[in-house]
């Protein structure tokens, strides 16, 4: 689960993974889609960029 605040800053993000994974998975340079969302601060890009989706590794074990 993406968190929804940056653990540094404190700027909300958590609404902007789905855009972002989408555009990603389509394709998209991860560089132009954080430009296109307004995601400025590195703090802030390093959360989306550095995500992993771990839930659906470890539901199984749940």
């Not at 993406?2 to 998209?28: A, D, N, Q």
């Amino acid at each position: 689960m993406i968190p929804v605040r940056c653990f540094t800053c404190g700027k909300v993000i958590g609404s902007l993974w789905e855009e972002y994974s989408r555009r990603v998975r389509e394709g998209e340079s991860p560089e132009k889609v954080l430009d296109d969302l307004g995601v400025e601060r590195y703090c802030c890009r390093r959360m989306l960029l550095s995500h992993v989706k771990l839930i659906d590794k470890f539901s199984p074990y749940g």
